[in-house]
């Protein structure tokens, strides 16, 4: 059977929070366009179904040489008209920003909103609703393949061919880096892709990291460049992600509805600039990340605090022992010795910075502390934009963790709205 083609003034491809952020100020803002938003998924919508903490501070998620404080603050509002945020209360962290202060330590006072694992995707559905509501065209499942940019057409899978479009706005995470890659070759629109987040993932008890009480993700940033992550308190557990060669780790927690595990956990990243002759921050991953499995049995790798302060790789003993009580969320990893696996000026600078944090919040370097490695967080392909907009080429825009205009959901869902005013004529 002959399969059709079809025109739209819009396409999306990607119901992330960058490729929503777009469609939502699409629908809002414009006259009558036809747009339609897809995603290879069957479920929608990139990493707004993990734990969903959003934000709404500059500099998180923002890359500073793409967004000024003032710029960002006044996205940062329209983001929250979307996604309506219920902010978390801090409580009194002065205490820790004193003590921080006197380290050269930073703790960024951030405004917040936590959903959790288990509230995502009802929040999602509501998002897509709103957006369908207003006239969107919404397919889930479907790949876009290719491009033609001539013809200004993309070929997907499914039912047609071939779909037209006068503006196509591309939204495919960072997961997507490699098939990213290929469009920009064929559009002949230089890249960059130098700067990589290399570190472990600790796993403690809450009573050994108070300050969760009062902050729910405190952002310490340390000197060499070396900051906390995506922690995660209440009902949080740790993960894998698998990427094409090596498996990452991560966190994540449910809503305030689950019942707590007492236990809470949190990254400690160093940014890596790379500089000739190694320029790809996705190659240099891939090699950390293949030396770590090759060490441990094609798993992540995990070492309590106790056996790596003493020299020694952890066991599966280590993990039963009636001293260490309790036990590891991620089921998959393999006790071993990190230090055979982080290169040492990476290891050295974030276990200086947890020194630095256990003097902040003493009790984090408890020897039952489990540290997981590799998290490893590739930064997107950086492409040569040819406006504020995000446009590389007249009527394509890249947007999002894709294309490294934001680093979280928040940043990701402005770029979604600054590419939309873009193609509705803003300056
Ligand atoms: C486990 C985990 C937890 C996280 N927790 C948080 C958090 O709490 N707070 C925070 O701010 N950030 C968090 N992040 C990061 C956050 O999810 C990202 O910053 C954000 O989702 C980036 O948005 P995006 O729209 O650019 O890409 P994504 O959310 O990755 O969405 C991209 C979408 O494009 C689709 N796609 C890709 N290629 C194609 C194609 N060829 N055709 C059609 N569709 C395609 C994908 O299926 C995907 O749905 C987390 C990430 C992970 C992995």
């Not at 008209?81 to 009194?92: I, K």
């Not at 037209?164 to 070759?185: H, K, N, V």
Request: net charge positive; proline share 5%.
């Amino acid at each position: 059977m002959a399969r059709k083609e079809k025109r739209y003034d819009v396409i999306i491809v990607g119901s992330g929070p960058a490729g929503l952020g777009a469609a939502f100020h699409l629908c809002e803002k414009s006259d009558g366009r036809s747009i339609l938003l897809i995603d290879k998924a069957k479920v929608s919508s990139g990493g707004l179904r993990n734990d969903c903490k959003q934000n709404y501070t500059y500099p998180v998620g923002f890359p500073r040489d793409l967004w000024s404080r003032e710029e960002a603050t006044v996205y940062l509002e329209r983001v929250a008209t979307h996604l309506n945020p219920v902010y978390q209360t801090p409580g009194n962290i002065q205490p820790y920003v004193k003590r921080a202060e006197k380290l050269g330590v930073t703790l960024l006072s951030i405004l917040q909103a936590h959903v959790g694992t288990d509230r995502a995707l009802p929040l999602i559905k509501g998002l897509l609703k709103h957006i369908e509501d207003r006239g969107v065209e919404v397919s889930l499942g479907r790949e876009m393949l290719s491009l033609d940019y001539p013809r200004r057409r993309i070929s997907v899978s499914g039912e047609e061919a071939a779909l037209e479009f006068t503006d196509l706005i591309l939204a495919p995470g960072r997961a997507a880096y490699g098939w990213i890659q290929q469009i920009m070759r064929s559009l002949e629109v230089p890249f960059s892709d130098n700067i990589v987040d290399v570190g472990i993932r600790l796993e403690a008890r809450a009573g050994n990291y108070p300050i969760v009480k009062d902050y729910y993700d405190p952002k310490f940033i340390f000197p060499d460049g070396v900051r906390t992550f995506c922690t995660n308190s209440g009902s949080a557990h740790v993960v894998k992600e698998k990427y094409e060669h090596y498996y990452s780790v991560n966190g994540h927690s449910f809503s305030t509805g689950r019942t707590p595990n007492g236990l809470v956990n949190f990254a400690m990243l160093k940014t890596i600039s790379l500089t000739d002759p190694v320029v790809s921050g996705h190659e240099f991953a891939v090699i950390l990340g293949q030396m770590a499995m090759q060490l441990s049995g094609g798993k992540p790798m995990m070492q309590r605090v106790g056996d790596f302060r003493m020299g020694n790789r952890s066991k599966a003993s280590t993990f039963n022992d009636d001293l260490y009580d309790f036990k590891p969320t991620l089921k998959g990893a393999t006790p071993g010795d990190i230090t055979l696996a982080m290169p040492a000026r990476i290891l050295r600078d974030i276990w200086k910075s947890l020194k630095m944090l256990d003097t902040i919040v003493p009790g984090i370097l408890h020897p039952s502390t489990i540290l997981y490695y590799p998290e490893i967080k590739t930064y997107a392909n950086r492409p040569r934009f040819s406006d504020r907009h995000f446009q590389i080429r007249e009527g394509v825009y890249i947007i999002g963790d894709g294309a490294g205009t934001s680093r979280g959901i928040t940043a990701a869902w402005a770029s979604g709205i600054r590419a939309a005013e873009g193609i509705l004529g803003a300056n």
